[in-house]
């Protein structure tokens, strides 16, 4: 157990709909990173967060967006939903900007 | 030229066997280096944490880093079927290291 929670592990929705993905960093971890991992891809990096704030951003579409709260959770924002946007969607933290990041579980979202 | 290169196999080795996964990376400045397991469908798992150049070694696994050839290496010695993951190099960078770049990811599976 990485100490990173994810919420929900799965959601499946329709074409067009809006999801939220919840992440708890570890206590104490000030950055949080996402990435999108399409079946057998790599990690694609989404956007990173460090203490509140935008740190950098890859390759995410405008449709998505994500924020990062005062006690550190983050939230991805999904909306106007596509197929293939099906996918499992992680989060890591990490203490510090250099530091090793810990993966959490994954939520794994399945567009209909 | 990706920041971060790495085979992306797959690899498929007897038992007991000793492996060799390998990057090369772009930035002579990059200065950590990590390795992560990711089991099928789960969240990556951080295995080693290298500073600089050098051997880092940590049971069966032996993390190597060469500077002046910008390639790093993760061996894993007796190999066992349930080293049968993808195996990840990452390398923290960017500006003020606010980006995390990972390899593709090496497919290793191992045979009993």
């Known amino acids: 157990d990485s100490g990173v929670t994810q919420t929900p592990k799965h959601l499946i929705t329709a074409t067009g709909q809006r999801v939220t993905l919840r992440c708890s960093p570890r206590s104490g971890d000030l950055s949080v990173y996402w990435y999108q991992q399409s079946l057998d891809q790599g990690l694609q990096f989404l956007i990173h967060y460090y203490n509140g704030e935008e740190r950098a951003k890859g390759n995410i579409l405008e449709r998505f967006s994500a924020q990062q709260f005062p006690d550190l959770h983050s939230e991805l924002n999904l909306s106007s939903l596509e197929l293939g946007d099906s996918a499992l969607y992680f989060c890591?933290?990490?203490?510090?900007?250099?530091?090793?990041?810990?993966f959490g579980p994954g939520t794994r979202l399945t567009v209909t | 030229q990706k920041e971060v290169e790495q085979d992306p196999g797959p690899l498929s080795v007897p038992e007991g066997a000793i492996v060799s996964l390998n990057c090369t990376y772009s930035?002579?400045?990059?200065?950590?280096f990590m390795w992560y397991r990711q089991y099928s469908r789960k969240g990556p798992e951080l295995l080693m944490y290298t500073y600089s150049s050098g051997n880092k070694e940590d049971g069966r696994f032996t993390a190597q880093v060469d500077k002046s050839s910008k390639y790093i290496s993760l061996f894993i010695r007796d190999s066992q079927p349930s080293d049968s993951a993808t195996y990840l190099c990452a390398i923290p960078g960017g500006y003020n290291f606010n980006k995390f770049y990972f390899g593709s990811g090496t497919k290793l599976n191992v045979k009993p």
């Open positions: 930035n002579s400045a990059f200065q950590y």
């Open positions: 890591a933290s990490s203490p510090r900007l250099e530091d090793e990041q810990y």
